[in-house]
């Protein structure tokens, strides 16, 4: 199966990086028209966000009748339990992608999101394109040295070194947080070392 973690329908990561999709009811609407593509044997897994405030019961009870079987509901098991059990991941845009690389699981990206590089993800532009995505889930794969290098590069420049001191105090360094700064400022971008592009 290919597990789908849905996103908290409002946040600003659907309102304004949704893309093609336009919402969370719009990919289970998506799904709903594509997920007979997928071949015999394999399913959707869709679980609500647990921070979701409306629910999703009404478009996802119609996406289920629609799919023929092909989308799964399940709340009930944790998140992080349903990704390392499934084939790969599908998201508009949430961090869930980015814990599928800990578990070396292809991703589905629908929305405009940061790691949505070909190679690293497989990207997907249209409803038409998820429907050939799906029609071959056997076939997503993904580039081990293109992820090991983007995660070196959040480890070393996205996110600034933390440490924890035996009061359990954290301190963030200093040097680092200023050189985000100014890089976020600017508009520049960090090199792995953290020079200014």
Not at 19 to 29: C, D, K, P, R, T
Request: contains cysteine; charged residues 15%; glycine residues 8%.
């Amino acid at each position: 199966f290919l597990f789908c973690p849905l996103q908290v329908p409002n946040d600003s990561q659907i309102t304004l990086f949704a893309g093609w999709v336009g919402s969370v009811e719009g990919m289970i609407a998506a799904l709903a028209r594509t997920a007979r593509a997928l071949p015999e044997g394999w399913h959707v897994r869709l679980k609500e966000h647990p921070s979701a405030r409306s629910s999703l019961a009404d478009p996802l009870a119609r996406a289920v009748a629609e799919a023929g079987g092909r989308l799964v509901i399940d709340n009930a098991t944790d998140s992080f339990a349903q990704l390392a059990a499934s084939r790969g991941v599908l998201t508009i845009n949430s961090s869930m992608g980015l814990q599928a690389f800990f578990h070396d699981k292809p991703v589905i990206v629908l929305g405009q999101a940061f790691f949505a590089i070909p190679g690293l993800v497989t990207p997907v532009h249209s409803e038409a394109a998820l429907a050939q995505t799906l029609a071959h889930p056997q076939a997503l794969s993904f580039d081990p040295a293109l992820r090991a290098a983007f995660m070196s590069c959040l480890d070393l420049v996205y996110y600034p070194r933390v440490s924890e001191a035996p009061d359990g105090s954290i301190t963030i360094d200093p040097d680092a947080l200023a050189r985000m700064l100014d890089a976020a400022r600017s508009g520049t971008a960090l090199s792995p070392g953290g020079a200014f592009l």
